[in-house]
């Protein structure tokens, strides 16, 4: 049914995009909670001490109405730790607002997760974050968050569990063992990968020995039928980022953040890092703009797995 809207849809937003010019974003990040049960290392959205900011249902509900008439139709839930969101007076948690974003149209929706509580979220994908094996996750997440993930993703049966590893200066690495776990996992699809990015601090940053490091062995790993997310040609861009930043396009997602910012684009622009740019996705939507057969083929084979039952 997804892929049937899709057929429609997407030739017609490319169609706006490419050829009149109008800028619609096709995914949104929505941020709905800061509340989260980790404190790593490396994240540049929950600060030491407490949580303070919390969307209620009414509030991410009017979010997602504005990016669906925006034009968008994927939709990513993120942290803030996802799975301990609720609005408790509307009795809402998750799994309300993924089944409310498929009854408003959304063709597909997305929840990040550290996989510290079981995973429930029934939305399409899930990406559960993992930054190396034992050793190094736990050094950037904290102490037993690597076994507690492990014995999560056991315990699911999601069919499209995916991981996501942020590549820092301490980890790097952990990147090629974790491909390999991701490779041999049984229930585990897809690993993408994203360098770290200096929103605040520069100390986890990745030297460009380190990054050519990393998207040497992606490469040969993808070579081999590892299970990369990341396309081949947007590896190669991604050495150096302004290969592509100049001809970015990267209001293809737009962002609101947990404050209620809304950002047309990802909050790299706004720190002023785009030359520094971490993420495979602003070289992969640049692809998928000049409808790269790459891109397209990985975008659509990460979004395509059986939807889990009840969505
Ligand atoms: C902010 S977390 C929220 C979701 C969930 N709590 C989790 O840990 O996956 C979403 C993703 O952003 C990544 N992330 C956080 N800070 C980052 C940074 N400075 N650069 C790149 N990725 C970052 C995390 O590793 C995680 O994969």
Not at 10 to 29: A, D, N, T
Not at 96 to 109: K, Q, V, Y
Not at 125 to 146: K, V
Not at 237 to 263: A, E, H, Y
Request: glycine share 6%.
């Amino acid at each position: 049914m997804t892929m049937m809207k899709g057929m429609f849809y997407y030739p017609w937003w490319f169609f706006q995009c490419k050829v009149l010019g109008r800028r619609k974003p096709l995914q949104s990040v929505i941020f709905i909670t800061d509340l989260c049960n980790l404190r790593c290392r490396h994240c540049c959205i929950v600060k030491e001490g407490p949580a303070v900011l919390t969307k209620t249902l009414d509030e991410v509900r009017e979010e997602m109405h504005y990016c669906y008439d925006a034009g968008s139709r994927f939709i990513d839930f993120e942290g803030g730790e996802p799975h301990l969101w609720r609005d408790k007076e509307a009795g809402a948690d998750i799994n309300t607002l993924i089944d409310e974003a498929h009854a408003m149209g959304f063709h597909s929706t997305t929840v990040t997760t550290n996989a510290q509580l079981p995973i429930t979220a029934r939305s399409n994908l899930i990406w559960i974050s993992l930054d190396g094996l034992e050793e190094m996750h736990d050094d950037q997440r904290g102490a037993g968050t690597f076994a507690r993930a492990m014995e999560n993703i056991e315990a699911c049966d999601h069919a499209n569990l995916n991981v996501n590893m942020v590549v820092t200066s301490r980890n790097y690495r952990d990147f090629e063992p974790l491909a390999r776990l991701v490779h041999e996992h049984p229930r585990l699809r897809k690993l993408s990968f994203s360098f770290y990015m200096p929103y605040e601090t520069r100390d986890l940053v990745v030297s460009s020995e380190v990054r050519n490091l990393i998207i040497d062995q992606a490469i040969e790993l993808k070579k081999a039928g590892y299970p990369l997310m990341n396309s081949l040609t947007g590896l190669k861009m991604l050495r150096d980022p302004r290969s592509f930043v100049p001809k970015k396009q990267c209001w293809i997602s737009n962002f609101i953040m947990v404050d209620g910012t809304r950002l047309a684009c990802c909050q790299g622009e706004a720190a002023g890092i785009c030359d520094e740019c971490g993420f495979g996705m602003g070289a992969e939507m640049m692809l998928l703009f000049s409808l790269h057969p790459e891109m397209v083929r990985a975008g659509l084979s990460v979004r395509s797995a059986k939807k889990p039952a009840g969505v």
